[in-house]
């Protein structure tokens, strides 16, 4: 069972930076798709950012695209989301996802970090 604890949210002011990490207690190399994804009150949820199957490729939501980076230190099995230009509408719960061994599927979830804007 692999488990995901995502820290570093927080509150902060239209234009501030928070960076957010996702401890995994399982490998994260390419070959199961990561990604980020956020919930807020009357929303669904959207995926912010992944890393695909068996590439280095990185997606973005055209929403965060510019202001937010994805990265990953396989080396501790930690994922990274740097957010910055965070604006009012970036207030969610923020997630990291693990696909399982079905492709697209992501079935290993965090308990997820809150950002707020204050």
């Known amino acids: 069972h692999v488990q995901l604890v995502e820290s570093g949210g927080g509150s902060v002011q239209a234009g501030g930076t928070l960076r957010l990490s996702c401890a995994v207690s399982?490998?994260?190399?390419?070959?199961?798709?990561i990604g980020w994804f956020r919930e807020s009150p009357g929303k669904e949820r959207e995926g912010v950012a992944a890393?695909?199957?068996?590439?280095?490729?990185?997606t973005y939501a055209d929403s965060v695209k510019g202001r937010f980076t994805f990265s990953r230190d396989v080396t501790k099995n930690i994922l990274y989301l740097q957010m910055n230009s965070l604006k009012s509408e970036d207030t969610a719960l923020y997630y990291c996802?693990?696909?399982?061994?079905?492709?697209?599927?992501?079935?290993?979830w965090g308990q997820g970090t809150q950002v707020t804007f204050s």
């Open positions: 890393i695909g199957r068996r590439t280095s490729t990185t």
């Open positions: 399982g490998d994260i190399n390419d070959r199961y798709q």
């Open positions: 996802a693990k696909e399982g061994s079905v492709p697209g599927e992501f079935n290993n």
